[in-house]
């Protein structure tokens, strides 16, 4: 079905796998549109309730692929027609994203680990905001993630000087929700998709639409968009499921709905 990545789904987890290990799985413009599809795929599955997106081989991606940008092409309408869809397609989905970064995360490809709600790295994983080695800015919402997890200090320090970061350091900066060892790295993302894919995806859908939106509201906006989501949340089977549970002391068995 895809050239330049593969989908699959695994339970209630769907796995977009960045797929041109050659160039350490490099955007091309295919790529771009290959993932917008995939990301819309496993939006609109109702049987996904997790999505996991890793890279094949040793790397994670490594960003544009520098190898097949046509001289005197306008980078702008690359990231307006290419990047920019997909990383707003990732933040759209009312779904937990899990960035599972198998190996070095350059340029974009940190962006794109950046765009997800969580990163788990294997701890052979790096970072790297390769944009000014090229003399580029980092891009693909990179400005807007990047200072907003680590702060405005070690994000201009990353960004400017563009030196490769370990994924403990990752981890240390916040950057990362957990670090494993490469034994154990892809039975922790299971594990952990898997946890996800059983909570209440409803709900997490309202966090992260409206965590999201904090960052340009003031407080009464908040109370009001809380006001809004919790309405939708008390509504849902799953809230019921939840206090059931609770009142039965039994686990909850949560169905997304
Ligand atoms: O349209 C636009 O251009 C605007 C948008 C820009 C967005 C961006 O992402 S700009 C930043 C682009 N990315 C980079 O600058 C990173 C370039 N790559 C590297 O710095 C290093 O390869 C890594 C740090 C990622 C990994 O280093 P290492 O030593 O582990 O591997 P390597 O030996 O450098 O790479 C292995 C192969 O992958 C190699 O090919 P070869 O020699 O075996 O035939 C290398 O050329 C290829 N490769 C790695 N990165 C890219 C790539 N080929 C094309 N594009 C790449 N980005």
New binding site residues.
Partial sequence: MFETISYETRGKTAWITLNRP???N??TSLMHKEMVSAIKEANKDSNVRAVVITGAGR?FC??????G?PEG?D?GD??RKG?NPMVQALVAMEKPVIAAVNG?A????MSLALACDFRIASEKASF?E??I??G?VP??GNLYFLPRLVGHAKAMELAVLGE?ITAQQAKEFGLVTKTVSEEEFMLEVETFAEKLANMPTKAIGLIKRYMNKSWESDLNEVLEYEAQAQKIAGESADHQEGLHAFIEKRKPAFTGK
């Fill in positions: 050659v160039k350490l490099a955007f790397a490594s960003g544009q692929d520098l190898t940008s092409a980078y690359v990231l990047y070095v350059a340029g974009a490809g790297i390769a944009f080695h090229v580029l891009d693909s490769k």
